[in-house]
């Protein structure tokens, strides 16, 4: 079935550092690919998406680049601040599984001053 | 404005006392869904509804029901609840199940403890 792999958290960052997260994933066909996020005591939102191959999405600074030849969609922000503490999660929706997300396991980002 | 509610937010109850969990959403979606979100595990689906009357299971059905009568409306229940059903709750939804893009709208979460 299809899965998703993220990288272990807690990640602990200095303010302005570069952050990169890695997402994989195994899947049939051609999803879509998710990053949601999650702050403290919230509901998941929606980061940014990419329905097809190359695409790049982007939103906030966050970017992430679908590729299918390494089924990755690693998450990237060039300066981060402490505001974007939170966890973040990636997910894929598959064609013909009705909408249903398969979420990574999160991984949480510490942003400090 | 465009939101996804759900009640209660906390509930702390004991094994085997039925309780409802009720999720709304104000965007006339067809889809919504039910998540349990557990520490190392993510999120993973429990339900789902495509439309009004229909209902299926998603990856951990078991212990719970749901129902669609309504389209803004879609409740999750425990008839017996048990201890490993201590969980973070969210409902979804999204305009419709059919295409890969659409996003989903998540409601703040229920924290449920049961003792």
């Known amino acids: 079935g299809d899965s998703v792999t993220q990288m272990e958290g807690p990640v602990t960052l200095s303010e302005e550092a570069f952050l990169t997260i890695n997402c994989t994933y195994t899947a049939t066909g051609y999803p879509s690919l998710f990053w949601y996020v999650q702050y403290p005591g919230e509901g998941l939102q929606l980061l940014l998406k990419a329905t097809k191959a190359d695409d790049k999405g982007s939103n906030k600074g966050f970017e992430a680049t679908y590729r299918k030849e390494t089924t990755s969609f690693h998450l990237e922000k060039g300066s981060v601040q402490v505001s974007d503490s939170a966890v973040y999660f990636c997910?894929?929706?598959?064609?013909?599984?009705?909408?249903?997300?398969?979420f990574g396991t999160g991984t949480r980002l510490q942003v400090t001053l | 404005e465009a939101q996804v509610t759900q009640n209660p937010r906390y509930l702390i109850t004991v094994t085997g006392k039925k309780l409802t969990v009720t999720c709304s959403q104000n965007?006339?979606?067809?889809?919504m869904s039910w998540y349990r979100q557990d520490p190392g595990l993510g999120l993973r689906q429990i339900y789902y509804s495509m439309n009004v009357e229909v209902t299926d299971k998603g990856d951990v059905p078991e212990g719970y029901k749901v129902s669609r009568k309504e389209k803004r409306n879609f409740p999750l229940i425990l008839e017996s609840p048990s201890p490993n059903q201590t969980s973070l709750y969210f409902c979804a939804s999204s305009l419709n199940g059919a295409s890969g893009g659409n996003e989903q709208f998540f409601g703040p979460g229920t924290r449920l403890t049961v003792l």
């Open positions: 965007m006339n979606h067809e889809y």
């Open positions: 997910a894929l929706k598959n064609t013909g599984t009705a909408s249903k997300l398969t």
